[in-house]
């Protein structure tokens, strides 16, 4: 759906390029803000990669931060070895 930018908010928008406009809904007490499309575009498809592309870098890394060595074999059953409460 497209609407057409009001008057007010093409002078504020020229008035500060590059600028984040925020806006707020009186009546339903939300907050909205407006940006250029290809900035939206930019973070929708950085929002909707598949974090599956990033398994092998999170394998690598907590292997080499040592969750690979035995003695943390005790987190898979944690609750057995942790004594009483």
Same mark, same amino acid.
């Given at each position: 759906? /497209? $609407?057409?930018?009001?008057?007010?908010?093409?002078?504020?928008? =020229?008035?500060?390029?590059? $600028? /984040?406009?925020?806006? #707020?809904?009186?009546? /339903?007490?939300?907050? %909205? $803000?407006?940006?250029? $499309?290809?900035? #939206?575009?930019?973070?929708? /498809?950085?929002?909707? @990669? @598949?974090?599956?592309?990033? %398994?092998?870098?999170?394998?690598?890394?907590? =292997?080499?931060?040592?969750?690979?060595?035995?003695?943390? +074999?005790? %987190?898979? +059953? %944690? +609750?057995?070895?942790?004594?009483?409460?």
């Amino acid at each position: 759906m /497209t $609407v057409r930018l009001p008057d007010e908010l093409r002078t504020v928008v =020229m008035a500060h390029p590059g $600028v /984040t406009v925020e806006l #707020f809904d009186e009546l /339903t007490h939300r907050a %909205y $803000v407006l940006i250029p $499309v290809e900035e #939206f575009e930019r973070l929708k /498809t950085v929002a909707e @990669d @598949d974090l599956a592309d990033s %398994y092998k870098a999170q394998v690598e890394s907590a =292997m080499k931060a040592g969750w690979n060595d035995p003695l943390m +074999d005790e %987190y898979n +059953d %944690y +609750d057995s070895h942790r004594g009483p409460v």
